[in-house]
T-cell receptor, first 114, second 112 residues
């Protein structure tokens, strides 16, 4: 079974702090994603990566950056956390380059910025 | 925006009844996927249907896709209390690999 793990289930940070969210997948997938989920808005794509050191912006990249130094690990960085970044963050991975492939999600990190 | 819209937003049924959820989207797609999310957890993939397919089945799940109407439906037959969850559709834009758009979900409550 594909396993996608996220470093924390719950996280509380202060405004202005630098925040790192880590995601690891164990199935050698090429593609990895970061989404945020807010009530009434569904999931929104922040960034995705299709290879090591490669990244592409999603719909809401402002205030975020990402890092993919190894194939299995994709990090989301909040350079200076703000209260409007309080949200549920979901990481996903996806194999290959085929449009018939699905995404596999981690359990999510619920971030509260005070 | 391309965002899919699920309908209804919430659905409450008795165990054993069928549940139907609908999803509409705006622009051409490669595929449409349905996911389930139990409260506060990650998403679990249910079914992927390609743009050239019209219907797919998986166990008690049946998904249809009508690209002329830009809509899809998810039918869960003989529902169980364990089916209680939120259900999301996600579309991958045509020629835009990895660009997924999710709807805001249908919250299904199956009463025992």
């Amino acid at each position: 079974d594909v396993k996608v793990t996220q470093s924390s289930r719950y996280l509380v940070k202060r405004t202005g702090e630098k925040v790192f969210l880590e995601c690891v997948q164990d199935m050698d997938h090429e593609n990895m994603f970061w989404y945020r989920q807010d009530p009434g808005l569904g999931l929104r794509l922040i960034y995705f990566s299709y290879d090591v050191k490669m990244k592409e912006k999603g719909d809401i990249p402002e205030g975020y950056s990402v890092s993919r130094e190894k194939k299995e690990r994709f990090s989301l960085i909040l350079e200076s956390a703000s209260t409007n970044q309080t949200s549920m963050y979901l990481c996903a991975s996806r194999p290959g380059t085929g449009f018939q492939e699905t995404q596999y999600f981690g359990p999510g990190t619920r971030l509260l910025v005070l | 925006s391309q965002q899919g819209e699920e309908d209804p937003q919430a659905l409450s049924i008795q165990e054993g009844e069928n549940a139907t959820m609908n999803c509409s989207y705006k622009t051409s797609i490669n595929n449409l996927q349905w996911y389930r999310q139990n409260s506060g957890r990650g998403l679990v993939h249910l079914i992927l249907i390609r743009s050239n397919e019209r219907e797919k089945h998986s166990g008690r799940l049946r998904v249809t896709l009508d690209t002329s109407k830009k809509s899809s439906s998810l039918l869960i037959t003989a529902s169980r209390a364990a089916d209680t969850a939120s259900y999301f559709c996600a579309t991958e834009l045509l020629y835009n690999f990895n660009k997924f758009y999710f709807g805001s979900g249908t919250k299904l409550n199956v009463k025992p």
